[in-house]
């Protein structure tokens, strides 16, 4: 079974750092264009950033130049470098998978900055 798995989440102070990973199985990770994306309490989920098998990136203006995505593929991970965290940061993280008509989802990790 395909799986994407999401962890690095938690509490963090404004200003602060986290950083969020994503454990792919079961899929041909390397040519899979790779996303993070988000969803705020009584928002839509928006898109955070993305990097092509390429390596080709894509940020959200509100993340730019405060957050970086990454990817390994002989580990089958993408990471999400999040640096000077804001309230508005508070969400939901969910990594994505693409590739053709697959379309690969993880379940979430919760990421709350709050003082």
């Known amino acids: 079974q395909v799986q994407l798995e999401e962890s690095g989440g938690g509490l963090v102070q404004p200003g602060g750092s986290l950083r969020l990973s994503c454990v792919a199985s079961r899929i041909t990770f390397s040519i899979y264009t790779l996303g993070w994306y988000r969803r705020a309490p009584g928002q839509q989920r928006e898109l955070v950033a993305t990097?092509?098998?390429?390596?080709?990136?894509n940020y959200a203006d509100s993340v730019k130049g405060r957050f970086t995505i990454s990817r390994d593929n002989p580990k089958n991970t993408v990471y999400l470098q999040m640096n000077s965290l804001k309230p508005e940061d508070t969400a939901v993280y969910y990594c994505?998978?693409?590739?053709?008509?697959?379309?690969?989802w993880g379940q979430g990790t919760q990421v709350t900055v709050s003082s």
């Open positions: 990097i092509t098998r390429a390596g080709g990136t």
């Open positions: 994505n998978a693409v590739f053709l008509n697959s379309d690969l």
